[in-house]
């Protein structure tokens, strides 16, 4: 049988964070269990950090691994927070042009240097693009309380930008995924293709609910399985 550990790096997302809907807090779920079949067994050690950014997720990376980095793969998924902004300063200053947590440039060159890295060492990647955001719950949840927020949603031009911005991310990622030959783990058509779409995100509009982070889950086992057995049938070592 086949062992291989999984290291996930990225934002809460990747750290299955969900957001409580009667507290509006959030929390953690249970750690992932190890995933066992006839020939594969599966071990998960989540590195997913709250608010994490590309920029933040290399420095992690890079002290994981400049000592032994203990996996064989690495699951890496940025982008939720590098795409948002400071939206009491936008409410603030509408007339003037403002810059995401990480411009899309910035972020397209850490996570090329990222994925050097990480290929240098030798380890297997997998790239994770974006689970689709509410824009209308993140509205309501980030941008409604603030007593600006016509002048934001005038700044915006309509709500479903929120939406188009934070969707480029995913487009980026999946960009680097093609220019790099690197496999890609598509969790965000899950969630487009579900007709229950709304039992899938939280009430803040980004973060999943455990039904969403169960898609997300399935769409990681089947997909490192698949990508194991492709390894073993080109006599390459995952």
Not at 74 to 101: K, M, R, T, V, Y
Not at 103 to 121: C, G, H, M, S, T
Not at 197 to 208: A, K, T, V
């Amino acid at each position: 049988m086949r062992r291989l550990t999984v290291k996930l790096f990225g934002d809460s997302i990747i750290g299955r964070v969900i957001q409580d809907p009667s507290t509006g807090r959030y929390r953690r779920m249970d750690p992932l269990e190890d995933f066992q079949d006839q020939d594969l067994q599966l071990s998960f050690v989540n590195c997913g950090k709250f608010g994490s950014t590309i920029c933040k997720g290399r420095k992690l990376i890079e002290r994981q691994l400049e000592g032994d980095p203990d996996c064989q793969v690495i699951l890496a998924g940025f982008g939720g927070n590098d795409c948002n902004f400071n939206w009491p300063e936008i409410g603030q200053n509408p007339s003037l042009a403002h810059e995401p947590s990480t411009p899309l440039d910035v972020f397209y060159q850490n996570f090329l240097q990222v994925i050097k890295r990480i290929k240098e060492a030798g380890i297997k990647l997998i790239l994770a693009n974006l689970p689709p955001i509410d824009a209308e719950k993140f509205f309501d949840t980030w941008i409604a309380p603030d007593r600006a927020k016509d002048k934001i949603l005038g700044w915006l031009g309509d709500k479903q930008a929120i939406y188009r911005w934070h969707e480029m991310y995913s487009i980026k990622v999946e960009t680097l995924a093609r220019e790099t030959d690197t496999p890609l783990l598509d969790i965000r058509s899950p969630f487009l293709g579900n007709l229950a779409f709304q039992s899938l995100i939280g009430p803040d509009g980004m973060h999943p609910t455990e039904k969403g982070h169960g898609l997300i889950l399935e769409a990681a086992r089947d997909f490192i399985r698949l990508e194991a057995a492709r390894s073993l049938e080109s006599g390459l070592v995952v």
